[in-house]
């Protein structure tokens, strides 16, 4: 059972348009992430939230956590061909180790 | 910077053989974790470590093992490969968590194809 849903599953655009990308569980986490993959490369951390309702914005990348910390999207401005890779989100449980279950990705490709 | 190094990029086993895969981190992590990524699958966790000779079975640890006798080295291993075992094997390793959502730094993956 997947806990945590993305869609889209594959996006194609253009330079210059926007994007958003969805997260999804019906288990509500006490933190989630969002990882950014390049090809041959492990992911690498772009931003965890953890208040319900939250926003955080990294340039061109604005980061939303649901109010009632089920959900998250992420929504890129004027996408750039070096946003192109797996845009993986994942969440976290409170107490003990964490422990982060990941969604199975978003494969964006930007084309100049 | 933190670094998380995976002794191969690539590795081509054959079916049945013993297949040992390494991981060292440098920043003195007490999480190491063992994950693999299939195309539309997204990262399975295998086994996780939270401290030199103690291991937590994950989402899917049927047919591997883990080895932590120091403390910066977490080895995955396939006791006898098959071919449902082709996939790229991501190591990954974090501080417990001090606050809610404890960053997790990754190698860069170790591509196994089996035969």
């Known amino acids: 059972t997947q806990l945590l849903e993305q869609s889209p599953q594959f996006l194609s655009i253009q330079e210059g348009e926007n994007l958003t990308v969805y997260c999804n569980s019906s288990s509500v986490f006490s933190s989630l992430q969002w990882y950014r993959q390049e090809p041959g490369e492990g992911p690498v951390l772009l931003v965890t939230?953890?208040?319900?309702?939250e926003v955080k914005k990294l340039k061109r990348l604005t980061f939303q956590f649901g109010d009632a910390r089920k959900d998250s999207s992420l929504h890129i401005t004027a996408a750039q061909p070096g946003d192109t890779g797996l845009y993986l989100c994942?969440?976290?449980?409170?107490?003990?180790?964490?422990?982060?279950?990941f969604g199975r990705g978003t494969s964006l490709i930007v084309h100049p | 910077d933190v670094k998380v190094t995976q002794s191969s990029r690539y590795l081509v086993k054959r079916t049945g053989e013993k297949v040992f895969l390494e991981c060292v981190q440098d920043m003195d992590h007490e999480n190491m974790f063992w994950y693999r990524q299939d195309p539309g699958l997204g990262l399975r966790l295998i086994y996780f470590s939270y401290d030199v000779k103690m291991k937590e079975k994950g989402d899917i640890p049927e047919g591997y093992s883990v080895s932590r006798e120091k403390k910066e080295r977490f080895s995955l291993i396939l006791e006898s490969a098959s071919t449902n075992q082709t996939s790229m094997y991501l190591c990954?390793?974090?501080?417990?968590?001090?606050?809610?959502?404890?960053?997790?730094?990754f190698g860069s993956g170790t591509q196994l194809s089996v035969l």
């Open positions: 994942a969440g976290g449980k409170s107490g003990g180790s964490y422990i982060p279950t």
């Open positions: 990954a390793s974090s501080f417990p968590p001090t606050m809610r959502g404890e960053k997790l730094f």
């Open positions: 939230v953890v208040t319900g309702g």
